[in-house]
């Protein structure tokens, strides 16, 4: 797919914003992860969480990915599950950090301030 070069650097700056490490969407990028791995000192341990979430921060944080287009929620036969894995546009973000070398973190703090703008404006908090 061919993304809009101003979707790709938003959807950087929210990866970049977001508690996790990039542990966790190379993870993602091979299956699911449920909310229960990377909430909590789960998710510390296993290396998905720059420190200790509660689970309410993590899936706060998970669900403002989604509304930017990063992740999506696992679907099983019963409906909606509490995983969580990526979408193309976070499949790709993974490919380019992977072809660039560790570029994971490298944002300013404007655009931080930008970023947690929109998450207030959208609820994500």
């Known amino acids: 797919m061919n993304y809009p070069i101003s979707t790709i650097q938003r959807a950087r700056r929210a990866v970049s914003c977001s508690p996790f490490e990039?542990?966790?969407?190379?993870?993602?990028?091979?299956?699911?992860v449920s909310l229960h791995e990377i909430a909590g000192q789960s998710g510390a341990t296993q290396g998905y969480t720059v420190k200790v979430l509660p689970e309410g921060s993590a899936e706060r944080s998970l669900l403002w990915l989604i509304q930017v287009g990063l992740?999506?929620?696992?679907?099983d036969g019963q409906g909606l599950t509490n995983s969580f894995r990526l979408t193309p546009l976070g499949?790709?973000?993974?490919?380019?950090?992977?072809?660039q070398g560790n570029r994971f973190r490298r944002i300013s703090w404007g655009d931080r301030f930008r970023e947690l703008g929109r998450q207030l404006i959208s609820g994500a908090f």
């Open 22 to 32: 990039r542990k966790l969407f190379d993870t993602m990028r091979l299956k699911s």
């Open 91 to 99: 499949r790709l973000l993974v490919e380019q950090w992977q072809e």
């Open 71 to 75: 992740l999506r929620r696992e679907v």
